[in-house]
T-cell receptor
Framework: NAGVTQTPKFQVLKTGQSMTLQCAQDMNHEYMSWYRQDPGMGLRLIHYSVGAGITDQGEVPNGYNVSRSTTEDFPLRLLSAAPSQTSVYFC?????????????FGPGTRLTVT | DAKTTQPPSMDCAEGRAANLPCNHSTISGNEYVYWYRQIHSQGPQYIIHGLKNNETNEMASLIITEDRKSSTLILPHATLRDTAVYYCIVRITTSGTYKYIFGTGTRLKVLA
């Protein structure tokens, strides 16, 4: 298993540009989520999903869109990038079956908005 | 939503037990406490979780107070590789779905 993969690893955007951060998992996990991590802020939940076609907002959803058309993929879209969205983005997945308690995190995408 | 409070940093001598505290005074009855750690800039790694009973696994022990307002993660014999940021997290269940709310974490430095 590759686990949770994220692309790209690094990205630089200009203010106002849009882009999609990709996240994929090959563990057939129902639950997937996106976090951002800023210095001194810990991880903050952006959006999450409990299955294909179902998404919900986390703590800091503004400026981000998500969709979940398949179990494997959970892309995060920045509609109009702002410098405040400079951060490290982590995707995670988790089984919702009995005994599935661990979230598996990807390696992160480091985004800079200038 | 329940939030967690952790000390920003702690030191521990190699080979000694590291005790990392966490306050979650607004936790509700069905909200689990999870602990993760993050080494350098990697993705966080699961350590342990619990609801109200003390838990132990091969990595650590989790002690939850009877009123569930605080907990302590114990690394019984800390090594240099345990140097990391440790996050205490509350898992909130709403309408059958989960949200994981991270705190700001404790930066643990294990000293040789």
């Amino acid at each position: 298993n590759a686990g949770v993969t994220q692309t790209p690893k690094f990205q630089v955007l200009k203010t106002g540009q849009s882009m999609t951060l990709q996240c994929a998992q090959d563990m057939n996990h129902e639950y997937m989520s996106w976090y951002r991590q800023d210095p001194g802020m810990g991880l903050r939940l952006i959006h999450y999903s409990v299955g294909a076609g179902i998404t919900d907002q986390g703590e800091v959803p503004n400026g981000y869109n998500v969709s979940r058309s398949t179990t494997e993929d959970f892309p995060l879209r920045l509609l109009s990038a702002a410098p405040s969205q400079t951060s490290v983005y982590f995707c995670a997945s988790k089984s919702l079956k009995t005994g599935g308690y661990e979230q598996y995190f990807g390696p992160g995408t480091r985004l800079t908005v200038t | 939503d329940a939030k967690t409070t952790q000390p920003p940093s702690m030191d521990c001598a190699e080979g000694r037990a590291a005790n990392l505290p966490c306050n979650h005074s607004t936790i509700s009855g069905n909200e689990y406490v999870y602990w993760y750690r993050q080494i350098h800039s990697q993705g966080p790694q699961y350590i342990i979780h619990g609801l109200k009973n003390n838990e132990t696994n091969e990595m650590a022990s989790l002690i939850i107070t009877e009123d569930r307002k605080s907990s302590t993660l114990i690394l019984p014999h800390a090594t240099l590789r345990d140097t990391a940021v440790y996050y205490c997290i509350v898992r909130i269940t709403t309408s059958g779905t989960y949200k994981y709310i991270f705190g700001t974490g404790t930066r643990l430095k294990v000293l040789a």
